[in-house]
């Protein structure tokens, strides 16, 4: 008996196994498609279930989610996750659960927030109440519009759930600018009571995305939309050593743009690090052009965790806008993709592309560092 126990508690435990695969799964015949998946509205949220079915949240007028369960190749219907309301984005999957959180405000931000749960990977969701703690200053940020949240999988804070949010202040006018902050929620009871991160370093920021590197440090990649900002074109960055709760070690990423470069207000940029074991392989989307316009959705690539972003290949030369990434799971339909939803597109509302590390690496360089050999295709 103890041995069927045994076995049941191992099998139970790959299921939900987040463990990094190899770098030749994102190798192989360079590949990339684009395919519409939401008509109108705006707001993109991308992620991964444990099961490899790919979860694409959409909607500024209610939110709504599609599912592939094919690695992408087909979508389901859309499901209704909330009627009205704000995409909140920071769509999180608990690694050790395998359930999914959806967060969604009432309007745009500041406004209320509702937490939703998905038990089956994105199927079904129910409304479960939450606790938000304040940061030092008394502030609990806004959820809109950020990248996919995660959970911690190395170091002592393994299995904290955290994701990117936003401090609005008292509101979105431009005279509140300079006092917004991007910054973390984060979680170390599943998701039930969260705890409000200290402002990112540098105020004027919002909207951002958040990677674990191999080592435990969680890299910090911040849009800014303060026009009297530095060199404020380009994306921001910081790291946090203790598990998301502060930030330091902030700098400009000059080699990454911020929207269109006529003006100081920045774009949603998305970010991912691909699960390959022993390396920090990162990929991050934005809009690369110097027109006045809104267009070309591009992808950079780093193969040391954000220091050097060596290539980058365009994946769509048109209108595009906010943008969020995700990475594919081992041993599921999804392993060995990149997938990239964005606003805009041939079809407008919102497009998933479906990309390899393949198809990166035969980009444009960049002169930002070089590509290691190991990553060297023919």
């Known amino acids: 008996m103890g041995l069927v126990i045994l076995m049941a508690c191992l099998m139970v435990e790959s299921k939900v196994s987040a463990a990094d695969g190899v770098l030749d799964s994102f190798m192989g015949s360079p590949e990339l498609d684009v ?3 939401f008509q109108s509205q705006r707001f993109p949220n991308i992620t991964v ?43 999180t999957v608990d690694e050790k659960t395998g359930d999914v959180l959806m967060f969604v405000e009432d309007s745009h931000p500041p406004a209320p927030i509702s937490i939703y749960r ?36 190395f170091g002592k804070h393994a299995g904290r759930l955290i994701r990117p949010t936003r401090w609005y202040a008292a ?52 849009r800014v939309h303060w026009e009297k900002a530095e060199r404020n074109t380009r994306r921001r960055c910081a790291f946090s050593r203790d598990g998301g709760k502060t930030w330091e070690d902030w700098r400009i990423v000059d080699i990454l743009p911020d929207g269109h470069q006529h003006r100081s207000y920045g774009c949603m940029g998305g970010l991912a690090r691909l699960p390959v074991k022993g390396r920090d392989i990162l990929v991050f989307s934005n809009l690369d052009t110097p027109k006045a316009n809104r267009e070309r959705i591009t992808v950079w690539m780093s193969p040391d ?43 407008g509302g919102a497009q998933i592309g479906r990309f390899n590390l393949a198809w990166v690496l035969q980009g444009e360089l960049t002169g930002d560092g070089e590509i290691p050999d190991w990553l060297n295709v023919e």
Not at 133 to 153: A, F
Request: charged content about 20%; hydrophobic content about 30%; proline content about 5%.
């Open 49 to 91: 279930a444990m099961d490899g079915s790919v979860l694409a949240s959409w909607g500024s007028k209610g939110v709504q989610v599609r599912r592939s369960v094919d690695g992408g190749e087909s979508w389901s219907s859309p499901v209704v996750v909330q009627e009205s309301g704000f995409q909140g984005g920071g769509i």
């Open 305 to 347: 965790g954000g220091q050097t972003w060596p290539v980058k290949r365009l994946v769509y030369d048109g209108a595009s806008a906010y943008s969020s990434m995700s990475a594919g799971r081992s041993d599921t339909p999804s392993e060995g993709s990149v997938y990239l939803m964005f606003e805009g597109g041939p079809g």
């Open 118 to 153: 998905s038990k089956d990977h994105g199927q079904t969701w129910v409304k479960q109440e939450t606790v938000m703690h304040p940061n030092s200053l008394g502030h609990v940020p806004s959820m809109h519009m950020n990248d996919h949240g995660s959970t911690l999988q």
């Open 35 to 37: 395919q519409q998946i």
């Open 171 to 222: 509101g979105n006018r431009h005279e509140e600018w300079p006092n917004h902050y991007t910054n973390a929620i984060f979680s170390d009871d599943r998701g039930k009571t969260w705890h409000a991160s200290e402002p990112f370093p540098e105020q004027g920021t919002g909207e951002a995305c958040i990677v674990e590197l191999s080592d435990g440090t969680l890299y910090y990649n911040s």
